[in-house]
Nanobody, 126 residues
């Protein structure tokens, strides 16, 4: 089991920045990938950014490329999402996710096998 706890959400004006954090605990050595997802009201959950274990190159949704940066501090078991140039359309609940090592595939696609955090709200006003 892996437990994930997000923090860092809030309200900002368009063009502003936020950094989300996700603290992981439990069997964190058995992970295939970690990722950030978001879900706006009435919309499906979508992958924002992901890092695959052992791969230094992150993958991003087209809508956030060049604005968001995913990173992790393995010593602290913490995942981050630096969000710059925020837009009103970035408003959503943001979730941290981790996929167990036995389930491969595209980690920007939600998977029922993922471990999920409780989410942190990001609101961007125009």
């Amino acid at each position: 089991q892996v437990q994930l706890v997000e923090s860092g959400g809030g309200s900002v004006q368009a063009g502003g920045s936020l950094r989300l954090s996700c603290a992981a605990s439990g069997y964190t050595y058995s992970i295939f990938c970690v990722a950030w997802f978001r879900q706006a009201p009435g919309k499906e959950r979508e992958g924002v950014a992901t890092i695959y274990t052992g791969d230094p190159i992150a993958d991003y949704a087209d809508s956030v490329k060049g604005r968001f940066t995913i990173s992790q501090d393995n010593g602290k078991n913490t995942l981050y999402l630096q969000m710059n140039g925020l837009k009103p359309e970035d408003t959503a609940m943001y979730y941290c996710a981790a996929r167990p090592s036995q389930y491969a595939g595209n980690c920007l696609i939600p998977n029922i096998r993922n471990y999920w955090g409780q989410g942190t709200q990001v609101t961007v006003s125009s």
